[in-house]
C-alpha cells in the first residue's frame, strides 16, 4: 500500500481566505482523489486530480471554489478558496491502489472562523 | 466542537464480545465493497473487501457477510478489542476508482 502524507495536518482560518492543501504519495499512482468529511459525517467525493489535465468534479463542487492541482504522479494539492464556516471539515487525499481499493492520507483538519 | 451535528449511529460493545455493524446499499448493481475504519484523527484504513459473486469472506477477526437480495452489507468483528473502538463506513465504486461512502457507524467498546 502506498504512504500518503499531507500537509498542514490542521489550521485555523479566518473567513474569506483561501488555503492550500498539500498531498504527497511515496510512489507514483495514476489515480489521486479529494474527499470532503464534514464534522460526523461520511466521507463526500470532491474530485478526481488527473495528472496533465484538470480535475473532475463530482455535483456540488467547483473548480473556482475548489482549485486542484496534479503537477506529477506523486502529488497533488486542493484549494479551498474565499472560505466560510461551513468549509470546516476534514479534507482527505486518496489513491487507487489494487482492484477498486484506495488509500488515505491523514487528512487535514480545517475550522473557519 | 467537531461534535456539533453528530449523525452516526453508535454501537457500544463490551470488550471480547462479538460487533456487528450493518450497512445497506441502493445501487443494485454495485460488484464489490469494502469496509473501512477510521480512527479518531486519522483518514479512513482499509479493512476488508468483498465482490458480488461471494456471500461470505473472511479476515483476521473479521468477516463480511453480503446479501445481495436485500442490499445488505455486515462486518463483523469477533473478540472486540479497545482498538477496535473507530468509526466504520462501508462503500462501493462510483465510476471508476472513485468511492460512495456510506454514513458510517461509531464502535465504542467498553472494558
Known amino acids: 500500500s502506498a504512504v500518503i502524507s499531507q500537509k498542514p495536518s490542521r489550521d485555523i482560518c479566518q473567513r474569506g481566505t483561501s488555503l492550500t492543501i498539500q498531498c504527497q504519495v511515496d510512489s507514483q499512482v495514476t489515480m489521486m482523489f479529494w474527499y470532503r468529511q464534514q464534522p460526523g459525517q461520511s466521507l463526500t467525493l470532491i474530485a478526481t486530480?488527473?495528472?496533465?489535465?484538470?480535475?473532475?468534479?463530482e455535483s456540488g463542487f467547483v473548480i473556482d471554489k475548489f482549485p486542484i492541482s496534479r503537477p506529477n504522479l506523486t502529488f497533488s494539492t486542493l484549494t479551498v478558496s474565499n472560505m466560510s464556516p461551513e468549509d470546516s471539515s476534514i479534507y482527505l487525499c486518496s489513491v487507487a491502489g489494487g482492484k477498486e481499493t484506495q488509500y488515505f492520507g491523514p487528512g487535514t483538519r480545517l475550522l473557519v472562523l | 466542537g467537531e461534535s456539533v451535528g453528530l449523525h452516526l449511529p453508535t454501537l457500544s460493545v463490551q470488550e471480547g464480545d462479538n460487533s456487528i455493524i450493518n450497512c445497506a446499499y441502493s445501487?443494485?448493481?454495485?460488484?464489490?465493497f469494502i469496509w473501512y475504519k477510521q480512527e479518531s484523527g486519522k483518514g479512513p484504513q482499509f479493512i476488508i473487501d468483498?465482490?458480488?459473486?461471494?456471500d461470505k469472506r473472511q479476515g483476521q477477526r473479521v468477516t463480511v457477510l453480503l446479501n445481495k437480495t436485500v442490499k445488505h452489507l455486515s462486518l463483523q468483528i469477533a473478540a472486540t478489542q479497545p482498538g477496535d473502538s473507530a468509526v466504520y463506513f462501508c462503500?462501493?465504486?462510483?465510476?471508476?476508482?472513485?468511492?460512495?461512502f456510506g454514513k458510517g457507524t461509531s464502535l465504542l467498546v467498553t472494558p
Open positions: 486530480a488527473n495528472q496533465g489535465s484538470e480535475a473532475t468534479y
Open positions: 468483498i465482490r458480488s459473486n461471494m
Open positions: 462503500a462501493d465504486p462510483i465510476s471508476g476508482y472513485a468511492l460512495n
Open positions: 445501487n443494485s448493481a454495485s460488484d464489490y
